[in-house]
């Protein structure tokens, strides 16, 4: 029966409800084992965009997100987590905090989940 209702919910268009934010350890782990990572892009250009992250670099922390992929860019670290067809969700660790508000865009949603760790969902 459950499995004929996620089916439905797929065949929908609906998407599953997003797992509960990580408790603060973890969060504040995510957040202090990922800035090492902007060190990939100097922090004066605006414009760089990092390859991903390969797996074998991604920070123990990260990786027990089981992540689809790590990505820097100039703002910070988007783990990310779900994606398909434009949409999706994950993690963003900015450089500072006013970093992430720029991020509130008509198809982006950023959310503080504290320890300086968002949660980010493309609509």
Do not use: N
Not at 71 to 100: L, M
Request: one cysteine or more; hydrophobic letters at 45%.
């Amino acid at each position: 029966m459950l499995a004929c209702a996620a089916l439905l919910a797929t065949l929908a268009g609906c998407t599953p409800p997003l797992p509960p934010a990580p408790d603060a350890a973890v969060l504040r782990d995510i957040r202090r084992e990922s800035l090492p990572l902007l060190a990939l892009l100097p922090a004066a250009d605006h414009f760089a965009v990092s390859p991903e992250v390969p797996k074998r670099r991604w920070p123990r922390t990260v990786a027990r997100l089981k992540p689809l992929h790590v990505d820097v860019v100039h703002d910070g670290v988007f783990i990310v987590i779900a994606a398909d067809r434009g949409k999706g969700w994950g993690y963003f660790v900015p450089r500072d905090d006013k970093t992430a508000q720029a991020y509130q865009l008509d198809d982006m949603t950023v959310t503080p989940l504290g320890e300086g760790v968002y949660r980010y969902e493309l609509h």
